[in-house]
């Protein structure tokens, strides 16, 4: 649908839940934060289902529209949600309309608004307000903020384009406070955070003369740092700042002894044809997947993978 077409929608809908996706990011809490608070301006009930994974790093920001243990919806909208697998946990409802960004999207909604071209669903998010609303508030130009500045790495990954800088350009005329958001988002790190990327980085192996870097998370390493889930933001993002590097792989442990993979590359390799073997997904240059394996066993299938679809 186009964004029109689903703003119309929206206003002759009513009890809208908000699903964000597992191990929710900045992206998908802001835009569907940033979308709850239009509906309600809209004159819309609408609330975000209380995902049990988001870190203290992001809950201010989203907290405050979780909906109640008693709210019972009507119309369930999943927000940057490529697949049904990545639901937030514990939900098992029905889901009436999905807004996406990710190409490997699979459509799991009879309705959606997918834009491929867009660098996060804030941008997507941005759009569909203004056609609710007719403007932004300030509180959801700095939602719409977190999501867009967090899906880029603030405007240094590959998927940053105009579009991208236009729209953080009218998030600040419409009152986001990059000044303050910039530096909880991206410039503190806690002292864990510091003890697990010293070990992060002293433990990458590098595979076709530093081509490929693989870093591996441990539970045993998360223990010794003192880190949780919420000193782990972006934490994939280490692998790829190797220089050399073509094709970043993190892999972190689960409590379960499975491996989440994150994957990141230049354009001339597609980590979702990667992921997709796994039976994960994302972006062509970001993508995502979990091995049900330990993680030495889990990066030797990575590589066995890579050398079948990066010749």
Known sequence: MKTSETAKLFL???????????????????????????LRRAGKTAYLYPNTEITDKYRPFAERYFAP???????????????????????????????????????????????????????????LI????????????????????????CF???NTRADTLRAAAELLDCGADNTNLNVTLFRKISR???????????????????KIVVAVIT????????????????????????????LSITIRQQPDGSSRISLRSSP???????????????HAMAAGCTIHAEPERARQMLLDVIDEVWK
């Open 12 to 38: 002759s809908k009513d009890r809208f839940l908000l699903l964000t996706h597992r191990n929710p990011d900045g992206d998908t809490l802001g835009s569907a934060s940033a979308l709850c608070s239009a």
């Open 192 to 210: 864990a955070r510091m003890s697990i990327e010293g070990m992060v980085y002293s433990g990458m192996r590098f595979y076709r003369d530093g």
């Open 69 to 127: 243990e008693d709210y019972e919806s009507a119309y369930v909208v999943a927000v940057d949600i490529a697949t049904d697998k990545l639901f937030p946990p514990q939900y098992e409802g029905p889901v009436d309309f999905c807004i996406d960004h990710h190409p490997s999207n699979t459509h799991y909604t009879k309705q959606s608004l997918i834009a491929p071209s867009k660098a996060s669903c804030g941008e997507i998010v941005m759009q």
């Open 219 to 246: 539970q045993e390493m998360l223990q010794k740092a003192g880190a949780t889930e919420d000193d782990l933001d972006d934490i994939s993002g280490l692998a790829g700042k190797a220089e050399g590097g073509v």
């Open 130 to 153: 203004k056609a609710l609303c007719g403007d932004i508030s300030q509180e959801e130009a700095n939602l719409l903020y977190v999501a867009v500045s967090t899906d880029c790495g």
């Open 268 to 282: 001339e390799v597609n980590c979702s044809e990667i992921c997709a073997v796994f039976g994960g997904g994302g």
């Open 156 to 158: 240094q990954y590959a």
